[in-house]
């Protein structure tokens, strides 16, 4: 949602993403979505609305449902659409103490669940990945995590 830029370090924390994303086997850096916006301030201090998060993703990710009007539900007997298969983000736990890594965590809970709301037994298009909060020990320790 932003390219982390807290502290100035968002040249770094956004060529890091780039570097891991084809490193997981991405085909390419431009498959990655990095939105800078005022609505995310990217602080020690900011947690951001699930909604607002969701809303994004749903208008990047899955434009058809985004496009669909309140009144009319999409249809059931399609299955849901999106234009991703895997969303990564933070886990829950506010990894580095960061109040918005946990407000991501909970704005792709949500986008999931609005794409799956009206699509009852059908398998979601979009798997949820997190990053697993590391204990700070291990975090600094990392050398010894190898084999």
């Known amino acids: 949602m932003t390219t982390g830029n807290a502290d100035s370090l968002g040249p770094i924390r956004q060529t890091e993403l780039l570097s891991s994303t084809l490193i997981l086997g991405l085909r390419s850096t431009s498959d990655v979505f990095v939105l800078d916006s005022p609505n995310f301030p990217n602080t020690m201090a900011s947690s951001w609305e699930d909604r607002k998060i969701a809303s994004v993703l749903v208008s990047v990710f899955a434009p058809s449902f985004s496009s669909s009007s309140s ?3 999409p249809s059931t007997s399609q299955p849901p659409a999106a234009t991703i298969d895997v969303l990564i983000t933070f886990d829950r736990h506010r990894i580095s103490g960061h109040p918005n890594h946990q407000s991501l965590y909970h704005g792709a809970i949500t986008f999931l669940r609005a794409l799956m709301r009206t699509h009852p037994g059908w398998a979601c298009p979009v798997t ?4 697993t909060l590391t204990v700070l020990v291990r975090k600094y320790m990392s050398v ?3 084999p």
């Open 71 to 73: 009144s009319v539900s």
């Open 128 to 131: 949820l990945y997190t990053l």
């Open 144 to 146: 010894l995590n190898t």
